[in-house]
């Protein structure tokens, strides 16, 4: 098959994080499988766009900011011609869509080529009841009934799709999302002699950063030889972040070291020593799925939409999210090397028998092969 996947930003500093992790990971496998690939995305960086995102073959535009914000007003004019050339190939279209302008052009270009495209909203698209959101929506959400199906991670995205799209929604099929099995393989050696804890998203007031530094006030009571480390760029939390380190006396222990691409965030998680997701309302978080491949030991909360099968696994220490119940979940890890085992070998038979991207693809191949709808052409 040939198969386009769509994404809004692809970036040196991961600031779009988990859509552009998954989109990437699932078109590696579909291209090892020999299926011809490509992505379509904008680019944001500091060199030149890179004609490849690992082994998929990248179509990109400068990323250009059209309408004032974040990520939902990027786009650029040409990345549409990109969009309706790339298109006119496939076989299959694959949106990873959110509410921006890059997603709503893309539905409409594949509507407007009478595609077979199936959507992923990645825990993105929930209702909405701001004046914008509803102009945005008159729009957005009939291209968004109009594919062959949206792909789901949990029972929570699957009613929100649903609120938003109606009964006359497209299927709502269940996807999970995968890791490369590669990076499963260093899951169960975990010796690591530096005591370094990291967090490594988005620094969003939904991610807490803030809470990870009181979590880390408190470690360093017990344990002050361990050290902290904040990854990831900076979406309005960092000032909230310094003004805490320098309440709490940590400079030294505590640090931020910016925004890392992909493979540099792998290679950060299989340093540390213990990976702390503090963040609320994380449908599936990719950070959690990438830390279990390489067998560092995880903390979220429990609002973390894969937090029941991880605990019920024994792979990860799923808490209420207060930071002393996250200081305490960390320094049991940190004095306890058993226990930092178990929870690396339940990690890694969780990415082998539920969150493998070879599972995932698997049903992604099947979903691809379904009978297109009346009024799509293949």
Not at 181 to 208: M, N, Q, S, W, Y
Not at 297 to 311: N, Q, R, S
Request: aromatic residues 4%; contains cysteine; positive net charge.
């Amino acid at each position: 098959m040939r198969i386009v996947h769509v994404v809004t930003l692809v970036s040196d500093d991961g600031a779009y994080g988990g859509p552009t992790s998954v989109a990437t990971g699932q078109l590696e496998e579909c291209a090892a499988r020999g299926h011809e690939v490509t992505l379509v995305s904008l680019w944001r960086g500091r060199s030149r766009a890179p004609e490849r995102v690992g082994s998929v073959p990248l179509r990109t535009r400068p990323a250009r900011a059209l309408i004032p914000g974040r990520v939902i007003g990027l786009m650029h004019p040409l990345l549409v011609r990109d969009l309706w050339r790339c298109m006119g190939r496939a076989d299959v279209v694959h949106i990873h869509a959110g509410r921006d302008l890059v997603s709503l052009t893309a539905l409409a270009v594949a509507a407007l080529r009478r595609k077979k495209f199936f959507t992923q909203t990645h825990g993105m698209v929930e209702s909405r009841h701001g004046a914008v959101a509803r102009l945005f929506d008159r729009v957005y959400v009939p291209l968004l009934r109009r594919a062959q199906g949206c792909l789901v991670l949990t029972e929570r995205e699957r009613r929100a799709v649903t609120e938003v799209v109606g009964p006359e929604g497209p299927p709502l099929l269940t996807l999970p999302n995968g890791v490369r099995p590669e990076h499963a393989g260093t899951a169960v050696r975990h010796r690591r002699r530096d005591r370094e804890v990291i967090f490594l998203a988005r620094l969003h007031p939904r991610k807490r950063p803030e809470a990870f530094v009181e979590m880390a006030a408190l470690v360093h009571r017990k344990t002050p030889d361990a050290r902290f480390t904040l990854y990831g760029p900076d979406e309005g939390s960092l000032p909230a972040v310094r003004r805490i380190i320098a309440d709490h006396g940590m400079k030294g222990v505590v640090s931020y070291a910016g925004a890392l691409d992909y493979a540099a965030a792998v290679r950060a998680q299989a340093r540390a020593s213990v990976y702390v997701l503090p963040s609320v309302d994380e449908p599936f978080p990719m950070t959690v799925m990438e830390a279990l491949s390489v067998g560092t030991p995880v903390v979220c909360t429990d609002t973390c939409g894969i937090a029941d099968e991880l605990a019920r696994r024994g792979a990860a220490v799923v808490t209420d999210g207060s930071p002393r119940e996250m200081a305490d979940a960390v320094c049991g890890l940190l004095s306890d090397e058993n226990r930092c085992e178990a929870l690396a070998k339940a990690g890694h038979r969780a990415v082998e028998e539920i969150f493998s991207i070879h599972a995932v693809t698997d049903r992604l191949e099947e979903i691809y092969r379904r009978p297109c709808h009346i009024g799509c052409t293949e």
